[in-house]
């Protein structure tokens, strides 16, 4: 395993310490929120946690939560007790910017309910502002795509679909994800309103104000953001 792998691994296993039994817990998406999903496996089969029911935010997770007998449901209405998920960048206030995994609507739509919303990082993933680094993923709505790409260019000139080999990448939901470059100078909440009203967007990785607190790895330990 990489340095940064374990590092992964670390933050990973902090936050799955939170996780009591019986409780209702939220399953990220991503190579971080994996190892969450693996040290869940570990506690359940070990006899240290029990009567854990996981909610997946992408397919992947569900079926990664399977093949470690964690018992999953659906997502309804019901609060979460917690959810733990990576990001791709983090903000000193924890606002998050999530999504380079492609999962990010699901992970809104849950991570929402849950009570307490865990970030799992290494370091790398720690900025001084929204947009140092990652792009902002905005998944839209396949029909109509070009069209609403359009939309989205009068403002934020700098992105493209994503498309990692001849075809689009295409979302557990069916849609697409435009992946835009933001300015220099934002008011994230602000962005976020203008996108999410641009006709084909279903939603944003921005993940404002949901974030309870953070383990973040490096070499020299785990820091916890609160
Ligand atoms: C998926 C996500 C992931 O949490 C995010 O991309 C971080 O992934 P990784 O832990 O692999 O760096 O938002 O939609």
Sequence with gaps: MSDLEALKKEAAVRAVALVQSGQRVGLGTGSTAKYAIEELGRKLAAGELSGIVGVSTSEAS?????????????????PLDLAI???????????????????????????VQARRLI????????????GEKAPLPVEILRFGFLSTIERLREFLPGGRLRQPGAQPYVTDNGNYIYDA?????????????????TL???DTGFFLGMAE??????????????
């Design 62 to 78: 569900e079926a990664l939560a399977r093949e470690l007998g964690i018992p999953t449901e659906s997502l309804d209405p019901r």
């Design 85 to 111: 998920d990576g990001a791709d960048e983090i903000a000193p206030n924890l606002d998050l910017i999530k999504g380079l995994g492609g999962a990010l609507v699901r992970e809104k739509v849950t991570e």
């Design 119 to 130: 970030i799992i990082a290494d370091h790398t993933k720690l900025v001084t502002r929204l």
């Design 181 to 197: 470059g933001l300015p220099a100078d934002f008011d994230p909440r602000e962005l976020e309103r203008r996108i999410k009203g």
């Design 200 to 202: 084909g967007v279903v």
């Design 213 to 226: 607190r953070a383990f973040v790895a490096a070499p020299d330990g785990v820091r916890e953001l609160i």
